[in-house]
């Protein structure tokens, strides 16, 4: 799976506002800024472009892996004092939403309608507020169960 530099901006950009930097303290807003630079932003983008793709290939030290792949435990509050939270490498996320955007593009066919978690926007919301108007109409003498199956491969 390759991706190309329309793909990586897409990902760069969709990254929410105040997104928060990694163990190193890049934040998307910091890849974004070099991206949209006049001067050298096109050359930029295919620099970031090759790097995820040498990601996504799995083509990187072995020795990089538990770091490129940790994450910050901590995250400082605005009002101070900290909360748990696992803040990854903004690079790594980057390269994560690219493969995502790929598997979504694959699978939403695959899943749909069974599945509304995946290539679907809003699908998830759409399902609770369906079960919870079903459940408040359905008679008093009725139940819902959920099942969880485990399917092995």
């Known amino acids: ?3 190309n530099e329309a793909e990586v901006r897409r990902a760069v950009l969709s990254f929410p506002a105040g997104s928060a930097g990694g163990p190193d303290g890049l934040r998307p807003k910091h890849i974004r800024d070099m991206m949209m630079c006049r001067e ?9 472009t090759d790097f995820v793709n040498l990601v996504l290939k799995g083509r990187y030290p072995s020795d990089v892996v ?3 792949f940790g994450g910050r435990l901590l995250a400082p509050k605005k009002t101070g004092g900290i909360r748990p939270i696992a803040v990854g ?19 939403t066919s695959f899943f749909y309608p069974h599945q509304l978690g995946v290539g679907t ?28 199956l485990h399917q092995c491969i």
């Open 1 to 3: 799976m390759l991706v």
């Open 40 to 48: 050298t932003g096109a050359e930029f983008l295919s620099a970031l």
């Open 66 to 68: 538990p770091v490129f």
């Open 89 to 107: 490498f903004t690079l790594r996320r980057l390269a994560s939403k690219c493969a995502n955007a790929f598997g979504i593009s694959k699978l």
């Open 121 to 148: 926007p809003g699908g998830c919301e759409a399902a609770v507020h369906s079960a919870r108007r079903y459940i408040e109409a359905m008679p008093q003498d009725h139940v819902v169960v959920k099942i969880r």
